[in-house]
């Protein structure tokens, strides 16, 4: 059961990234004004796509093992992908990016991607199905990192190499604070909670008290109201 919780996180995180990822492709997809560019953007928001999709069924298939309670914290909703950080709050990455930086974006987050998905492979294991279904994904990602370290010498020679050093850096620094951030967002929820519920509690009993009568002020004397009225 442990495990299952485990791969529950696993595969509900990195199905976010992966939609996320491709919901990003799609918007410079439809920025661009290069058929071509236009075409490699729109198959990589296509593959990762497929990735999501992948995630959410392995995720599904570990939902159904575990109690309703437990299933349903980590039920997908549209929402959870800006909540989360993994879709700005202030618009896409093409909309307030450079396109040398969003390039270099691509170039580093896919790099960051395979690795986590070794991870992810040593969880479920290289000779399962899904392992094997994992290591195609890994493929794709160290494909789609070969398109943008291409497209990014082409375009941009200039950059030292440890500019794109620099790039990875940071982006493991955004990874990690947006995890971070995550957990403590879980942290409050067990704390804050049960006090909206004591206070709810409270309120509630309150509100049983209220004579409804006492809102009627029209022709009453303030004098006569009930002293046991909250009011």
Not at 87 to 92: L, P, R, V
Not at 166 to 172: A, D, G, I, L, P
Request: net charge positive.
């Amino acid at each position: 059961m442990k495990k299952i919780q485990s791969e529950l996180l696993v595969f509900y995180e990195t199905a976010h990234a992966e939609l996320a990822s491709a919901l990003e492709m799609l918007a410079a997809c439809k920025k661009t004004n290069s058929p071509k560019q236009a075409l490699g953007y729109f198959m990589h928001a296509k593959d990762e796509y497929m990735h999501a999709k992948c995630f959410f069924k392995m995720l599904s298939q570990r939902g159904i093992k575990v109690s309703l309670e437990k299933a349903r914290k980590f039920r997908f909703t549209p929402p959870s992908l800006i909540i989360k950080g993994y879709i700005s709050n202030k618009g896409f990455l093409i909309d307030n990016m450079k396109l040398k930086d969003f390039v270099a974006f691509v170039y580093t987050n896919e790099l960051l991607a395979k690795s986590s998905f070794e991870n992810i492979l040593n969880l479920v294991g290289s000779d399962t199905d899904e392992g094997k279904i994992i290591s195609s994904i890994m493929m794709d990602e160290l494909r789609h990192h070969g398109m943008a370290k291409k497209y990014f010498l082409k375009n941009y020679p200039a950059l030292q190499p440890w500019q794109l050093v620099m790039y990875r850096f940071r982006e493991t620094l955004q990874n990690k604070g947006r995890k971070l951030y995550d957990a403590n967002l879980k942290f409050l929820d067990k704390i804050l909670t049960p006090l909206y519920k004591g206070i709810a509690f409270v309120a509630g009993n309150m509100a049983k008290k209220l004579n409804l009568n006492e809102f009627k002020r029209e022709g009453k004397n303030l004098m006569e109201i009930s002293s046991k009225s909250i009011l």
